[in-house]
Protein backbone atom coordinates (compact mmCIF):
# COMPACT_ATOMS: atom_id res chain seq x y z
CA UNK A 1 0.00 0.00 0.00
CA UNK A 2 2.98 2.95 0.79
CA UNK A 3 4.16 1.93 -3.07
CA UNK A 4 0.55 2.81 -4.15
CA UNK A 5 0.32 5.98 -2.08
CA UNK A 6 3.86 6.64 -3.29
CA UNK A 7 2.89 7.00 -6.88
CA UNK A 8 -0.46 9.34 -6.02
CA UNK A 9 1.88 11.40 -4.54
CA UNK A 10 4.23 11.55 -7.20
CA UNK A 11 1.93 12.03 -9.36
CA UNK A 12 0.99 14.93 -8.11
CA UNK A 13 -2.13 14.41 -5.87
CA UNK A 14 -2.74 16.32 -3.10
CA UNK A 15 -2.22 14.94 0.15
CA UNK A 16 -5.92 16.19 1.53
CA UNK A 17 -7.47 13.84 -1.33
CA UNK A 18 -5.63 10.80 -0.17
CA UNK A 19 -7.06 8.68 2.50
CA UNK A 20 -4.89 5.92 3.88
CA UNK A 21 -6.76 3.60 6.34
CA UNK A 22 -4.77 1.08 8.50
CA UNK A 23 -6.12 -1.08 10.96
CA UNK A 24 -3.92 0.29 13.72
CA UNK A 25 -2.10 3.29 15.17
CA UNK A 26 1.34 1.41 15.22
CA UNK A 27 0.82 0.88 11.56
CA UNK A 28 -0.43 4.05 10.40
CA UNK A 29 3.09 5.64 12.25
CA UNK A 30 4.62 2.78 9.79
CA UNK A 31 3.23 3.74 7.15
CA UNK A 32 4.06 7.54 7.69
CA UNK A 33 7.59 6.54 8.53
CA UNK A 34 8.14 4.41 5.74
CA UNK A 35 7.03 7.32 3.26
CA UNK A 36 9.18 9.74 4.78
CA UNK A 37 12.64 7.93 4.57
CA UNK A 38 11.65 7.20 0.65
CA UNK A 39 11.80 10.66 0.45
CA UNK A 40 8.51 11.14 -1.33
CA UNK A 41 7.48 14.39 -1.75
CA UNK A 42 4.06 15.11 0.27
CA UNK A 43 4.64 12.53 2.12
CA UNK A 44 5.03 15.01 5.88
CA UNK A 45 1.74 15.96 5.17
CA UNK A 46 -0.13 12.76 4.76
CA UNK A 47 -0.74 10.61 7.63
CA UNK A 48 -2.66 7.23 7.68
CA UNK A 49 -5.78 6.96 9.99
CA UNK A 50 -7.70 4.28 11.62
CA UNK A 51 -11.27 4.09 11.42
CA UNK A 52 -11.81 5.02 14.89
CA UNK A 53 -9.70 8.10 14.96
CA UNK A 54 -11.30 9.40 11.71
CA UNK A 55 -14.67 8.67 13.13
CA UNK A 56 -14.22 10.53 16.14
CA UNK A 57 -12.50 13.10 13.90
CA UNK A 58 -15.38 13.47 11.82
CA UNK A 59 -18.06 13.24 14.42
CA UNK A 60 -16.13 16.19 16.27
CA UNK A 61 -15.82 18.21 13.38
CA UNK A 62 -19.70 18.25 12.69
CA UNK A 63 -20.98 17.82 16.01
CA UNK A 64 -22.91 14.66 15.46
CA UNK A 65 -22.38 13.68 19.09
CA UNK A 66 -23.60 17.01 20.79
CA UNK A 67 -26.77 17.25 18.48
CA UNK A 68 -27.37 13.37 20.00
CA UNK A 69 -27.15 14.27 23.44
CA UNK A 70 -24.08 12.29 24.04
CA UNK A 71 -21.25 13.54 25.68
CA UNK A 72 -17.38 12.40 24.58
CA UNK A 73 -16.32 10.98 27.73
CA UNK A 74 -14.61 7.64 26.55
CA UNK A 75 -14.80 4.59 28.66
CA UNK A 76 -11.26 2.89 30.03
CA UNK A 77 -10.88 -0.90 29.40
CA UNK A 78 -10.95 -0.82 33.36
CA UNK A 79 -13.99 1.12 33.43
CA UNK A 80 -16.21 -1.55 31.50
CA UNK A 81 -16.51 -3.70 34.72
CA UNK A 82 -19.01 -2.17 36.64
CA UNK A 83 -21.14 -1.48 33.40
CA UNK A 84 -21.01 -5.09 32.86
CA UNK A 85 -22.16 -6.02 36.49
CA UNK A 86 -24.98 -3.35 35.80
CA UNK A 87 -26.49 -4.96 32.98
CA UNK A 88 -25.64 -8.54 33.50
CA UNK A 89 -28.59 -9.15 35.98
CA UNK A 90 -30.99 -8.25 32.74
CA UNK A 91 -29.46 -9.72 30.29
CA UNK A 92 -27.81 -13.37 30.83
CA UNK A 93 -24.39 -12.62 32.67
CA UNK A 94 -21.19 -11.26 32.19
CA UNK A 95 -20.04 -13.46 29.27
CA UNK A 96 -23.48 -12.42 27.32
CA UNK A 97 -23.41 -8.94 27.99
CA UNK A 98 -20.01 -8.88 26.61
CA UNK A 99 -20.97 -10.52 23.54
CA UNK A 100 -24.01 -7.98 23.32
CA UNK A 101 -21.26 -5.05 23.29
CA UNK A 102 -19.11 -6.58 20.71
CA UNK A 103 -22.24 -6.91 18.37
CA UNK A 104 -23.64 -2.94 19.46
CA UNK A 105 -19.98 -1.51 18.60
CA UNK A 106 -20.51 -3.70 15.04
CA UNK A 107 -24.27 -2.10 14.38
CA UNK A 108 -25.62 -5.37 15.08
CA UNK A 109 -24.16 -6.67 11.73
CA UNK A 110 -23.01 -10.07 13.13
CA UNK A 111 -22.84 -11.89 9.87
CA UNK A 112 -20.95 -10.56 6.54
CA UNK A 113 -25.10 -10.45 4.46
CA UNK A 114 -26.14 -8.72 7.38
CA UNK A 115 -27.42 -4.65 7.53
CA UNK A 116 -25.50 -2.49 9.90
CA UNK A 117 -27.65 -0.37 11.75
CA UNK A 118 -31.09 -2.06 11.81
CA UNK A 119 -32.33 -4.14 15.86
CA UNK A 120 -34.11 -6.52 14.67
CA UNK A 121 -34.23 -8.92 17.72
CA UNK A 122 -35.84 -7.92 20.69
CA UNK A 123 -33.27 -9.27 23.21
CA UNK A 124 -30.81 -6.85 21.07
CA UNK A 125 -33.09 -3.66 21.03
CA UNK A 126 -33.59 -4.31 25.32
CA UNK A 127 -29.94 -4.42 25.71
CA UNK A 128 -29.11 -1.15 23.63
CA UNK A 129 -31.53 0.31 25.02
CA UNK A 130 -30.78 -0.11 28.66
CA UNK A 131 -26.75 0.09 27.62
CA UNK A 132 -27.16 3.32 26.46
CA UNK A 133 -29.54 4.64 29.68
CA UNK A 134 -26.80 3.65 31.64
CA UNK A 135 -24.21 5.87 29.40
CA UNK A 136 -26.53 9.16 28.67
CA UNK A 137 -27.07 8.74 32.83
CA UNK A 138 -23.15 8.63 33.33
CA UNK A 139 -22.25 11.11 30.52
CA UNK A 140 -19.87 8.57 28.62
CA UNK A 141 -19.37 6.99 25.53
CA UNK A 142 -17.64 3.33 24.42
CA UNK A 143 -14.69 4.00 22.18
CA UNK A 144 -16.09 1.25 19.77
CA UNK A 145 -19.33 3.27 19.47
CA UNK A 146 -17.72 5.96 17.30
CA UNK A 147 -17.85 3.16 13.80
CA UNK A 148 -21.61 3.04 14.40
CA UNK A 149 -22.32 6.83 15.04
CA UNK A 150 -20.33 7.68 11.54
CA UNK A 151 -21.78 5.31 9.38
CA UNK A 152 -25.70 6.91 11.11
CA UNK A 153 -24.47 10.21 10.05
CA UNK A 154 -23.30 9.31 6.64
CA UNK A 155 -25.99 7.03 6.14
CA UNK A 156 -28.24 9.58 6.76
CA UNK A 157 -27.07 12.93 5.24
CA UNK A 158 -26.26 11.95 1.77
CA UNK A 159 -24.94 15.58 0.61
CA UNK A 160 -22.44 15.74 4.06
CA UNK A 161 -19.16 16.69 2.54
CA UNK A 162 -17.23 13.76 3.73
CA UNK A 163 -18.92 11.48 1.27
CA UNK A 164 -16.72 13.14 -1.57
CA UNK A 165 -14.13 14.24 0.21
CA UNK A 166 -11.27 11.96 -0.62
CA UNK A 167 -10.46 10.99 -4.36
CA UNK A 168 -8.06 7.67 -3.23
CA UNK A 169 -9.42 5.62 -0.56
CA UNK A 170 -6.65 2.87 0.44
CA UNK A 171 -7.66 0.88 3.02
CA UNK A 172 -5.15 -2.01 4.50
CA UNK A 173 -6.35 -5.49 6.23
CA UNK A 174 -9.82 -5.12 4.84
CA UNK A 175 -10.60 -8.90 6.08
CA UNK A 176 -10.34 -7.22 9.36
CA UNK A 177 -13.26 -4.51 8.88
CA UNK A 178 -16.69 -5.74 10.03
CA UNK A 179 -19.65 -5.16 8.28
CA UNK A 180 -20.48 -1.96 9.86
CA UNK A 181 -16.71 -0.50 9.17
CA UNK A 182 -17.04 -1.83 5.40
CA UNK A 183 -19.97 0.43 5.00
CA UNK A 184 -18.46 3.69 6.39
CA UNK A 185 -15.62 2.87 3.40
CA UNK A 186 -18.43 2.39 0.91
CA UNK A 187 -20.01 5.63 2.16
CA UNK A 188 -16.89 7.62 2.06
CA UNK A 189 -16.33 6.12 -1.82
CA UNK A 190 -18.92 8.52 -3.34
CA UNK A 191 -16.52 9.75 -5.87
CA UNK A 192 -12.90 8.26 -4.94
CA UNK A 193 -10.75 5.59 -6.82
CA UNK A 194 -10.40 2.80 -4.07
CA UNK A 195 -7.93 0.00 -3.27
CA UNK A 196 -8.06 -2.89 -0.95
CA UNK A 197 -5.68 -4.79 0.27
CA UNK A 198 -5.94 -7.80 2.39
CA UNK A 199 -6.03 -11.94 2.71
CA UNK A 200 -8.52 -14.09 4.30
CA UNK A 201 -5.75 -16.38 5.31
CA UNK A 202 -4.93 -13.16 7.45
CA UNK A 203 -8.40 -12.90 9.32
CA UNK A 204 -8.33 -12.57 13.04
CA UNK A 205 -10.95 -10.23 14.13
CA UNK A 206 -14.48 -12.38 14.35
CA UNK A 207 -14.62 -10.91 17.87
CA UNK A 208 -15.33 -8.25 16.64
CA UNK A 209 -17.73 -9.62 13.76
CA UNK A 210 -15.00 -9.06 10.83
CA UNK A 211 -15.13 -12.45 8.77
CA UNK A 212 -12.71 -13.20 5.78
CA UNK A 213 -15.92 -13.61 3.34
CA UNK A 214 -15.93 -9.86 3.91
CA UNK A 215 -13.00 -9.14 1.22
CA UNK A 216 -13.48 -13.02 -0.78
CA UNK A 217 -16.80 -10.71 -1.86
CA UNK A 218 -15.17 -7.69 -2.02
CA UNK A 219 -15.12 -8.52 -6.15
CA UNK A 220 -18.42 -9.75 -6.51
CA UNK A 221 -20.23 -6.40 -5.36
CA UNK A 222 -17.46 -4.39 -6.97
CA UNK A 223 -17.89 -5.85 -10.19
CA UNK A 224 -14.94 -4.53 -12.90
CA UNK A 225 -12.25 -4.26 -10.15
CA UNK A 226 -8.95 -4.81 -10.53
CA UNK A 227 -7.81 -8.15 -8.82
CA UNK A 228 -3.82 -8.38 -8.30
CA UNK A 229 -2.21 -10.89 -6.48
CA UNK A 230 0.41 -10.42 -4.16
CA UNK A 231 1.91 -14.38 -4.14
CA UNK A 232 5.93 -13.68 -3.95
CA UNK A 233 6.67 -12.78 0.12
CA UNK A 234 9.08 -10.62 -0.31
CA UNK A 235 9.44 -9.81 3.42
CA UNK A 236 10.32 -13.30 4.92
CA UNK A 237 12.64 -15.64 4.84
CA UNK A 238 12.40 -18.86 2.75
CA UNK A 239 11.83 -20.70 5.90
CA UNK A 240 9.57 -18.85 7.27
CA UNK A 241 7.25 -18.98 4.07
CA UNK A 242 7.60 -22.59 3.85
CA UNK A 243 6.21 -23.03 7.50
CA UNK A 244 3.83 -20.76 7.14
CA UNK A 245 2.56 -22.55 3.99
CA UNK A 246 2.53 -25.61 6.08
CA UNK A 247 0.89 -24.36 8.81
CA UNK A 248 -2.56 -22.56 6.87
CA UNK A 249 -2.86 -25.41 4.76
CA UNK A 250 -4.36 -27.59 7.40
CA UNK A 251 -7.14 -25.03 7.40
CA UNK A 252 -10.02 -26.28 5.17
CA UNK A 253 -12.22 -23.79 4.62
CA UNK A 254 -10.49 -22.22 1.99
CA UNK A 255 -12.29 -20.87 -0.96
CA UNK A 256 -9.19 -20.61 -2.98
CA UNK A 257 -6.42 -22.16 -1.20
CA UNK A 258 -3.24 -19.93 -2.22
CA UNK A 259 0.50 -20.78 -1.00
CA UNK A 260 3.15 -17.71 -0.98
CA UNK A 261 5.77 -17.81 -3.15
CA UNK A 262 9.29 -17.94 -1.28
CA UNK A 263 11.86 -15.43 -2.84
CA UNK A 264 15.24 -17.10 -2.71
CA UNK A 265 17.38 -13.64 -2.45
CA UNK A 266 15.79 -13.51 1.49
CA UNK A 267 17.85 -16.48 2.44
CA UNK A 268 16.73 -19.40 4.86
CA UNK A 269 16.81 -16.87 7.58
CA UNK A 270 17.45 -17.67 11.46
CA UNK A 271 14.41 -19.94 12.96
CA UNK A 272 14.58 -21.15 16.83
CA UNK A 273 11.93 -23.47 18.79
CA UNK A 274 12.66 -23.56 22.42
CA UNK A 275 11.05 -25.42 25.03
CA UNK A 276 11.42 -23.92 29.05
CA UNK A 277 10.90 -25.88 32.29
CA UNK A 278 9.22 -23.11 33.90
CA UNK A 279 7.36 -19.51 32.58
CA UNK A 280 10.04 -17.90 34.78
CA UNK A 281 12.40 -19.24 32.54
CA UNK A 282 10.85 -18.74 29.36
CA UNK A 283 10.74 -15.38 30.43
CA UNK A 284 14.36 -14.96 31.40
CA UNK A 285 15.32 -16.83 28.17
CA UNK A 286 13.78 -14.45 26.33
CA UNK A 287 14.93 -11.39 28.11
CA UNK A 288 18.67 -13.04 27.96
CA UNK A 289 17.98 -13.36 24.12
CA UNK A 290 17.26 -10.30 23.24
CA UNK A 291 20.05 -8.63 25.69
CA UNK A 292 22.78 -10.81 23.87
CA UNK A 293 21.00 -9.22 20.92
CA UNK A 294 21.41 -6.06 21.61
CA UNK A 295 25.43 -6.01 22.61
CA UNK A 296 25.97 -7.65 19.81
CA UNK A 297 24.63 -4.69 18.13
CA UNK A 298 21.22 -5.51 16.95
CA UNK A 299 19.22 -2.21 17.50
CA UNK A 300 16.16 -3.01 20.19
CA UNK A 301 13.60 -1.16 17.42
CA UNK A 302 14.51 -4.41 15.39
CA UNK A 303 12.83 -6.75 18.02
CA UNK A 304 9.51 -7.40 18.24
CA UNK A 305 7.80 -9.90 20.89
CA UNK A 306 4.40 -11.39 20.55
CA UNK A 307 2.30 -12.66 23.45
CA UNK A 308 -0.92 -13.21 23.60
CA UNK A 309 -1.48 -12.39 27.09
CA UNK A 310 -0.26 -9.75 29.35
CA UNK A 311 0.89 -12.44 31.67
CA UNK A 312 3.44 -13.79 29.60
CA UNK A 313 4.38 -9.93 27.85
CA UNK A 314 3.79 -8.22 31.01
CA UNK A 315 7.11 -10.17 32.94
CA UNK A 316 9.21 -9.99 29.85
CA UNK A 317 8.22 -6.21 29.86
CA UNK A 318 9.88 -6.15 33.66
CA UNK A 319 12.51 -8.55 32.53
CA UNK A 320 13.84 -6.36 29.79
CA UNK A 321 13.59 -2.73 31.97
CA UNK A 322 15.49 -4.64 34.54
CA UNK A 323 18.05 -5.02 32.22
CA UNK A 324 18.10 -1.48 30.68
CA UNK A 325 16.72 -2.69 27.34
CA UNK A 326 14.70 0.29 26.12
CA UNK A 327 11.34 -1.34 25.55
CA UNK A 328 7.41 -0.34 25.23
CA UNK A 329 4.13 -2.07 25.89
CA UNK A 330 1.70 -2.08 23.12
CA UNK A 331 -0.91 -3.47 25.32
CA UNK A 332 -4.42 -1.88 25.53
CA UNK A 333 -3.82 0.71 28.66
CA UNK A 334 -0.65 -0.50 29.87
CA UNK A 335 0.10 1.66 32.26
CA UNK A 336 -3.17 0.62 33.93
CA UNK A 337 -2.30 -2.80 33.91
CA UNK A 338 -2.51 -3.04 38.02
CA UNK A 339 -5.13 -2.23 40.07
CA UNK A 340 -3.34 0.39 42.04
CA UNK A 341 -2.81 2.72 39.05
CA UNK A 342 -6.39 1.95 37.99
CA UNK A 343 -7.84 3.30 41.84
CA UNK A 344 -5.07 6.14 41.72
CA UNK A 345 -6.36 7.25 38.27
CA UNK A 346 -9.72 6.85 38.72
CA UNK A 347 -9.40 9.15 41.88
CA UNK A 348 -6.95 12.03 40.08
CA UNK A 349 -10.60 12.15 37.63
CA UNK A 350 -12.55 12.48 40.34
CA UNK A 351 -10.19 15.05 41.65
CA UNK A 352 -10.28 17.13 38.98
CA UNK A 353 -13.89 16.60 38.25
CA UNK A 354 -16.68 15.80 41.03
CA UNK A 355 -19.19 15.08 38.23
CA UNK A 356 -17.41 12.69 36.36
CA UNK A 357 -19.95 9.56 36.97
CA UNK A 358 -17.88 6.79 35.69
CA UNK A 359 -14.86 7.63 37.89
CA UNK A 360 -17.37 7.70 40.81
CA UNK A 361 -19.24 4.32 40.04
CA UNK A 362 -15.99 2.50 39.56
CA UNK A 363 -14.37 3.70 42.86
CA UNK A 364 -17.64 2.59 45.15
CA UNK A 365 -17.82 -0.22 43.19
CA UNK A 366 -14.51 -1.75 43.56
CA UNK A 367 -14.42 -3.21 46.61
CA UNK A 368 -18.29 -5.27 46.59
CA UNK A 369 -19.98 -7.77 45.31
CA UNK A 370 -20.99 -7.97 41.87
CA UNK A 371 -19.73 -3.78 41.95
CA UNK A 372 -22.81 -3.29 44.67
CA UNK A 373 -24.78 -3.50 41.23
CA UNK A 374 -28.20 -4.04 43.48
CA UNK A 375 -27.61 -0.97 45.97
CA UNK A 376 -26.39 1.32 42.80
CA UNK A 377 -29.23 0.63 40.77
CA UNK A 378 -31.26 1.94 43.80
CA UNK A 379 -28.76 5.15 44.16
CA UNK A 380 -29.01 5.76 40.14
CA UNK A 381 -32.77 5.00 40.28
CA UNK A 382 -33.06 8.12 42.78
CA UNK A 383 -30.85 10.00 40.54
CA UNK A 384 -33.46 9.95 37.78
CA UNK A 385 -36.27 10.80 39.50
CA UNK A 386 -35.10 13.52 41.71
CA UNK A 387 -32.71 15.48 39.48
CA UNK A 388 -29.51 14.74 42.09
CA UNK A 389 -26.10 13.64 40.79
CA UNK A 390 -25.43 10.53 42.23
CA UNK A 391 -21.99 12.25 44.05
CA UNK A 392 -25.14 14.17 45.38
CA UNK A 393 -26.84 11.49 46.55
CA UNK A 394 -24.38 9.87 48.47
CA UNK A 395 -23.48 13.07 50.42
CA UNK A 396 -27.18 13.35 51.74
CA UNK A 397 -27.42 9.09 52.52
CA UNK A 398 -23.87 9.60 54.57
CA UNK A 399 -25.07 12.64 55.75
CA UNK A 400 -28.53 10.60 57.15
CA UNK A 401 -30.45 12.76 54.74
CA UNK A 402 -31.62 10.34 52.84
CA UNK A 403 -32.15 6.49 53.28
CA UNK A 404 -31.94 3.73 50.40
CA UNK A 405 -31.32 0.40 51.21
CA UNK A 406 -28.26 -2.06 50.49
CA UNK A 407 -25.98 1.06 50.15
CA UNK A 408 -24.14 0.32 53.11
CA UNK A 409 -21.08 -0.87 51.63
CA UNK A 410 -21.23 1.89 48.72
CA UNK A 411 -21.54 4.70 51.42
CA UNK A 412 -18.41 3.36 53.40
CA UNK A 413 -16.50 3.40 50.09
CA UNK A 414 -17.84 6.92 49.60
CA UNK A 415 -16.98 8.18 52.84
CA UNK A 416 -13.90 7.02 52.82
CA UNK A 417 -12.71 7.99 48.96
CA UNK A 418 -14.25 11.61 50.47
CA UNK A 419 -11.49 11.51 52.71
CA UNK A 420 -8.84 11.16 50.38
CA UNK A 421 -10.15 13.72 47.86
CA UNK A 422 -10.02 16.18 50.32
CA UNK A 423 -6.37 14.97 51.55
CA UNK A 424 -5.41 15.30 47.69
CA UNK A 425 -7.22 18.93 47.72
CA UNK A 426 -4.68 19.64 50.34
CA UNK A 427 -1.71 19.29 48.02
CA UNK A 428 0.22 22.27 47.11
CA UNK A 429 0.22 21.82 43.22
CA UNK A 430 -0.21 18.74 40.57
CA UNK A 431 3.55 18.04 40.44
CA UNK A 432 2.41 16.75 44.77
CA UNK A 433 -0.38 15.23 43.86
CA UNK A 434 0.96 12.93 41.49
CA UNK A 435 3.57 12.00 43.99
CA UNK A 436 0.55 11.04 46.12
CA UNK A 437 -1.28 8.93 43.64
CA UNK A 438 1.83 7.45 41.88
CA UNK A 439 4.52 7.18 44.83
CA UNK A 440 8.22 7.03 43.44
CA UNK A 441 9.40 3.70 43.94
CA UNK A 442 6.02 1.60 43.51
CA UNK A 443 6.39 -0.57 40.91
CA UNK A 444 2.67 -1.05 39.91
CA UNK A 445 2.31 2.49 39.25
CA UNK A 446 5.71 3.33 37.62
CA UNK A 447 4.66 3.61 34.19
CA UNK A 448 1.69 5.88 34.96
CA UNK A 449 4.03 8.08 37.15
CA UNK A 450 6.45 8.48 34.19
CA UNK A 451 4.35 9.47 31.92
CA UNK A 452 2.05 11.98 34.56
CA UNK A 453 5.69 13.61 34.69
CA UNK A 454 6.72 13.77 31.10
CA UNK A 455 3.05 15.57 30.56
CA UNK A 456 4.03 17.92 33.80
CA UNK A 457 7.68 18.60 32.47
CA UNK A 458 5.93 19.56 28.79
CA UNK A 459 3.11 21.81 30.03
CA UNK A 460 5.87 23.90 32.46
CA UNK A 461 7.77 24.42 28.95
CA UNK A 462 4.47 25.81 27.71
CA UNK A 463 3.07 29.27 27.85
CA UNK A 464 -0.83 30.32 28.08
CA UNK A 465 -2.17 27.21 30.91
CA UNK A 466 -3.00 29.05 34.26
CA UNK A 467 -5.53 28.46 37.00
CA UNK A 468 -8.57 25.54 37.07
CA UNK A 469 -7.23 25.12 33.11
CA UNK A 470 -4.00 23.36 33.98
CA UNK A 471 -5.66 20.13 36.14
CA UNK A 472 -8.08 19.55 33.15
CA UNK A 473 -5.38 20.03 30.94
CA UNK A 474 -3.21 17.73 32.56
CA UNK A 475 -6.04 15.02 33.03
CA UNK A 476 -6.75 15.43 29.46
CA UNK A 477 -3.53 14.80 27.98
CA UNK A 478 -2.56 11.67 30.52
CA UNK A 479 -6.01 10.26 29.02
CA UNK A 480 -4.79 10.95 25.80
CA UNK A 481 -1.88 9.46 26.74
CA UNK A 482 -2.92 6.14 27.04
CA UNK A 483 -5.63 5.76 25.25
CA UNK A 484 -3.74 7.03 21.88
CA UNK A 485 0.30 6.30 22.80
CA UNK A 486 2.57 8.63 21.21
CA UNK A 487 4.79 6.30 18.55
CA UNK A 488 8.17 7.81 17.45
CA UNK A 489 9.06 8.48 14.19
CA UNK A 490 12.33 6.16 14.89
CA UNK A 491 11.69 2.82 16.59
CA UNK A 492 14.34 2.61 19.58
CA UNK A 493 12.78 0.15 21.47
CA UNK A 494 12.21 -3.54 21.31
CA UNK A 495 8.44 -3.87 20.80
CA UNK A 496 5.96 -6.23 23.22
CA UNK A 497 2.11 -6.50 22.28
CA UNK A 498 -0.28 -9.11 21.22
CA UNK A 499 -0.56 -10.84 17.99
CA UNK A 500 -3.53 -9.15 17.14
CA UNK A 501 -1.66 -5.67 17.36
CA UNK A 502 0.84 -6.67 15.09
CA UNK A 503 -1.10 -6.60 12.15
CA UNK A 504 0.66 -4.47 9.49
CA UNK A 505 4.25 -4.61 11.15
CA UNK A 506 7.28 -6.23 10.50
CA UNK A 507 10.42 -6.79 12.30
CA UNK A 508 13.72 -8.22 11.24
CA UNK A 509 13.75 -10.14 14.65
CA UNK A 510 10.58 -11.38 15.68
CA UNK A 511 9.79 -13.59 19.01
CA UNK A 512 6.90 -15.15 19.60
CA UNK A 513 6.44 -16.59 23.85
CA UNK A 514 3.74 -18.38 24.65
CA UNK A 515 3.47 -20.74 22.14
CA UNK A 516 1.18 -23.31 24.50
CA UNK A 517 -2.18 -25.01 23.83
CA UNK A 518 -4.97 -23.33 25.57
CA UNK A 519 -3.70 -19.93 24.26
CA UNK A 520 -2.50 -20.29 20.86
CA UNK A 521 -5.15 -22.02 19.93
CA UNK A 522 -6.98 -20.32 22.83
CA UNK A 523 -9.07 -22.82 25.27
CA UNK A 524 -12.16 -23.96 22.85
CA UNK A 525 -15.37 -23.26 23.86
CA UNK A 526 -17.35 -26.75 24.27
CA UNK A 527 -20.75 -25.38 23.99
CA UNK A 528 -20.96 -24.23 20.17
CA UNK A 529 -21.76 -26.48 17.80
CA UNK A 530 -18.90 -28.53 15.85
CA UNK A 531 -19.14 -26.47 12.87
CA UNK A 532 -18.79 -23.50 14.82
CA UNK A 533 -15.99 -24.65 16.80
CA UNK A 534 -13.97 -25.50 13.15
CA UNK A 535 -14.42 -22.06 12.74
CA UNK A 536 -12.43 -20.90 15.37
CA UNK A 537 -9.71 -23.19 15.01
CA UNK A 538 -9.18 -22.00 11.91
CA UNK A 539 -8.82 -18.12 12.78
CA UNK A 540 -6.55 -18.94 15.61
CA UNK A 541 -4.49 -20.97 12.91
CA UNK A 542 -4.44 -17.65 10.93
CA UNK A 543 -3.69 -15.93 13.93
CA UNK A 544 -0.49 -17.95 14.68
CA UNK A 545 0.51 -17.50 10.28
CA UNK A 546 -0.06 -13.91 11.31
CA UNK A 547 2.57 -14.02 13.78
CA UNK A 548 5.03 -15.82 12.19
CA UNK A 549 4.80 -14.07 8.97
CA UNK A 550 5.81 -10.87 10.96
CA UNK A 551 9.72 -11.73 10.60
CA UNK A 552 11.49 -9.85 7.83
CA UNK A 553 14.98 -10.65 5.91
CA UNK A 554 17.26 -8.00 4.75
CA UNK A 555 19.92 -9.18 3.46
CA UNK A 556 21.26 -6.58 2.05
CA UNK A 557 21.82 -4.99 5.62
CA UNK A 558 23.27 -7.79 7.12
CA UNK A 559 19.53 -8.69 9.05
CA UNK A 560 18.53 -12.83 7.47
CA UNK A 561 14.98 -12.80 9.44
CA UNK A 562 15.09 -14.38 12.95
CA UNK A 563 11.92 -16.18 14.38
CA UNK A 564 12.01 -17.48 17.59
CA UNK A 565 9.02 -19.29 19.23
CA UNK A 566 9.12 -19.91 22.56
CA UNK A 567 6.87 -22.07 24.90
CA UNK A 568 7.13 -23.42 28.65
CA UNK A 569 6.35 -26.89 30.45
CA UNK A 570 5.05 -25.19 33.79
CA UNK A 571 3.47 -21.72 34.86
CA UNK A 572 1.69 -20.96 37.94
CA UNK A 573 -2.14 -22.32 38.04
CA UNK A 574 -2.98 -19.14 38.96
CA UNK A 575 -1.41 -17.81 35.68
CA UNK A 576 -3.03 -19.91 33.70
CA UNK A 577 -6.33 -19.67 34.79
CA UNK A 578 -5.63 -15.42 34.50
CA UNK A 579 -4.90 -16.42 30.80
CA UNK A 580 -7.89 -18.53 30.31
CA UNK A 581 -5.47 -21.54 30.16
CA UNK A 582 -7.28 -24.94 30.87
CA UNK A 583 -3.77 -27.00 31.90
CA UNK A 584 -3.24 -30.44 31.05
CA UNK A 585 -3.03 -31.10 34.73
CA UNK A 586 -1.93 -29.07 38.20
CA UNK A 587 -0.15 -30.38 41.26
CA UNK A 588 0.52 -28.20 44.22
CA UNK A 589 -0.02 -24.84 42.64
CA UNK A 590 1.69 -25.57 39.14
CA UNK A 591 -0.08 -25.90 35.87
CA UNK A 592 1.48 -28.33 33.31
CA UNK A 593 1.29 -27.63 29.84
CA UNK A 594 1.39 -28.91 26.66
CA UNK A 595 3.25 -27.30 23.51
CA UNK A 596 0.49 -25.70 20.76
CA UNK A 597 -0.72 -28.19 18.59
CA UNK A 598 0.63 -25.32 15.71
CA UNK A 599 4.32 -26.68 16.41
CA UNK A 600 3.85 -29.91 14.52
CA UNK A 601 2.13 -28.04 11.49
CA UNK A 602 5.05 -25.76 11.03
CA UNK A 603 5.79 -28.60 8.93
CA UNK A 604 9.34 -29.95 7.99
CA UNK A 605 11.26 -27.11 6.38
CA UNK A 606 10.99 -26.01 10.86
CA UNK A 607 13.94 -26.72 12.61
CA UNK A 608 13.74 -29.33 16.22
CA UNK A 609 12.79 -27.80 18.97
CA UNK A 610 15.68 -27.14 21.80
CA UNK A 611 15.48 -27.69 25.32
CA UNK A 612 16.22 -24.02 26.64
Known sequence: MKRRVARLLEQGIAPALILPVTFTRVAAEDLHRELVSMDVAGSDGLAGVTLHSLAMRMLTRNHVLGATGRVPRPLNDFELEPIICDLMGAHGGKKTVKKFKQAYEAAWARLQHEQPGYVLDPADAAFQQDLLNWLRFHRAMLIGEVIPQLYQYLRNNPAAQERGEFQHILVDEY????????????????????????????????????????????????????????????????????????????????????????????????????????????????????????????????ILVLAQRGVIGTPI??????RQIPVRSYYAEAELDSLEARRAFAKLKLL??????????????????????????????????????????????????????????????????????????ARPDLASIVDELFPDGQLTTRDIRQLSLDILAEMDMEEGIEGEDINGEFLSR????????????????????????????????????????????????NTLPA????????????????????????QYAGKPGTLILTYSQTMPVASALGAGIVPAQTQYGIAFLHASQFIAELGPAAPQPIAG
Request: hydrophobic share 40%; aromatic share 4%.
Open 175 to 302: QDLNRAEQSVIELLSNHAHVCIVGDDDQSIYSFKHAHPDGIREWLVANAGANDLGLDDCRRCPTRVVQMANSLIGHNQIRPVPRALVPVPANGPGDVRIIQYQSLANEVNGVANIIAAMVANGTPPGD
Open 317 to 322: YEALVA
Open 352 to 425: IDRDDRVALRWLVGIDGNNWHAAGYRRVRDHCEASGLTPWQALEQIAAGNLSLPHTGGIVVAFNDLVAELNALE
Open 531 to 554: AQQALEMEEQRRLFYVGITRVKAA
Open 478 to 525: LQEAINQPDIPSEIQDVRIMSLHKSKGLSAPVTIIAGCIQGLLPKQPD
